[in-house]
């Protein structure tokens, strides 16, 4: 069961429901500006073609006698190969470039473009497990050729651990997407000049079976079927088990459970030594973006929840102090505040399940003589329900509060200047003793050179910056080249030797400064959730997968208690 705080769990898990980038694609013709066809990428309007060959085109390195290659990211340093020739493959590189990070490997950000760019397609919801582990440099060659005989592709597939209905399945799922292009195959697609042409698969851009039924009936236009019989690759494929394969894949129906599966299998191909996670699923009530630090005068704590929420759903955040009279909650004194805000959430994976998402937000001040020991929610439908979300009968516990990250006084002097560097400003309680180190521990993933970078620093004790609400800051600079994005953990050493963490922090957030809600709330009614004997595990909702195999095709258990 699901129980927050759950790393690296929680960055698969929110990177699964997040909408990458705005797409646009044209269509008018079966041929279309490949130029154009680009910018979708993942979703918005569908043409994701090479986005399904790149994951193909890594896996391909797998052997399946040695356990080694599979999805590893390996692709990246491949690029320049005569087996990886295309624009698609160069542009999909620099679509992938920018969103791995400390937890989601290259090779998973491709899993899950794979899962995107199928759902957005009207395919099916392919599940999708986190965990690959990046090769960092260059697998075997192995990407099968359109000029290859049926026996060698045969082989080639068997040696990558599929079977000769896997490899027909594979190729017919593969080839519902994008098309051919002139001028890199100019034996198969007739162009002239620098102009881009794709030639497509078939008449439509959506993952649907009309590569199969198309090729069944005789009036298919694959160009690797119809086109140059030296490069009729499909042809070749397609009827290498008599089309018994293709027969069984002839239906709307029968096409998406069989790519479904097929897919899934590809994109679990990876090096026998690596171990997926389980599937990820949607947590019903998913906590993020949770931060305490300091503000101008006092402490600021944020949090957001996402949930399925209908127009009249309210949220309230909850809060039990950690020092004073009250702390912990005592004499039943909870302080609790209205969201600031929501917004929907989508991706295209909740779209295809028709799933409507909402994320409400919340930035409260705290007095630092109060802190903050644990929150939680308590939802309002509008319709009489009422749902107190207490990560399980636990609360949302906060570890500590001796070391805090200030993002709204840091600052990426690479995007303010030129000059390399990202300032890092720490919160450290100065009524505690002087600690004994200060450091952050970063990690960068999205570099230029596709290899991970990581490295520690330490912070110094600014006095050029006055204390604010007991606490004294320590500065430093991550000079190192951390690429798009930086992922850096915090730590203060005290005098003892104890150290605490602020952990997982982003360099997205740097200089963000955020704007507390002014009214803040207090009561001594209702119950402190957390630990309340009687809380019940209710099946929330039964998301099922419309293809029967897809990621939320479990029951989700969530402990709720009514109140
Ligand atoms: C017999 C094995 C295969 C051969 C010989 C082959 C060959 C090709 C060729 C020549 C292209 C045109 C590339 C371009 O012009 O950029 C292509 C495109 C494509 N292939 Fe394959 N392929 C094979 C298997 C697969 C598999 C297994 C998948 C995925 C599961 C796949 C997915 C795609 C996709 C999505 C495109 C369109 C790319 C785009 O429009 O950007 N292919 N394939």
Known sequence: DYHWPSLPYDAYEEFFVRRLSAGRVEFGT?????????????????????????????????????????????????????????AGMNNTINDFSTYPSKYLTRADIIAIATVFAVATCSGPVIPFRGGRVDANIAGPYGVPNASDPIDSLTSNFAHQGFNTSEMIQLVACGHTLGGVRYPDFPDVVSGSGSTTIVDLFDETQQFDHNIVSQYLDGSTRDPLLVLNQTMASDLRVFSSDGNVTMQSMNSADSFAQACATVFDKMLNTVPSDVTLTDEITLV?????????????SQLQFQA????????????????????????????????????????????????????????????????????????????????????????????????????????????????LDSSV???????????????????????????????????TYDLTLNTSIPAVAGYDFYTG??????????????????????????????????????????????????????????AESVSLRNWSSRWGVGMLGVSLLWTLRYI
């Open 284 to 296: 019903p009530f998913k906590v993020s973006a949770v931060q305490l630090t300091v503000g101008t």
């Open 421 to 455: 560097g990202i300032f890092i400003a720490a919160a450290v309680k100065s009524s505690g003793s002087t600690p004994s180190r200060v450091y952050i521990d970063c990690f960068g993933r999205a570099t230029s050179d596709f290899l991970p970078v990581n490295a």
């Open 304 to 415: 957001s929840v996402r949930l399925e929420a209908t127009q009249s759903t309210t949220v309230k955040m909850y809060w039990c102090d950690r020092y004073g009279s009250a702390a912990n909650c005592s004499g039943n004194v909870q302080r609790f505040a209205a969201s600031g805000g929501s917004q929907a959430v989508s991706s295209p994976v909740t779209t295809a399940m028709g799933i409507t998402l909402e994320k409400y937000s919340f930035v409260v001040p705290v007095n630092a003589s109060q802190s903050i020991s644990k929150f939680w929610f308590v939802v309002d439908y509008g319709n009489g329900t009422t749902v107190t979300a207490d990560n399980g009968g636990t609360d949302y516990v906060i570890d500590q509060d001796e070391v805090l990250w200030v993002p709204s006084m840091s600052t990426d002097k690479s995007v």
């Open 30 to 86: 079966a041929r279309y500006s490949v130029q154009v066809a680009r910018r979708d990428k993942y979703h918005g309007r569908c043409g994701v073609g090479s986005t399904c060959s790149k994951v193909y085109h890594d896996v391909a390195t797998h052997n399946i006698t040695d356990g080694t290659g599979g999805l590893d990211g390996s692709i990246f340093f491949e690029i320049d190969r005569v087996e990886n020739v295309g």
């Open 477 to 534: 600079t991550a000079t190192a080249s951390f690429g798009a994005t930086m992922q850096f953990d915090l730590y203060a050493v005290d005098a003892n030797g104890t150290s605490y963490v602020d952990e997982y922090r982003q360099s997205g957030l740097i200089g963000v400064a955020l704007v507390a809600a002014s009214s803040v709330n207090s009561t001594t009614s209702g119950t402190v959730p957390g630990g309340v004997s009687g």
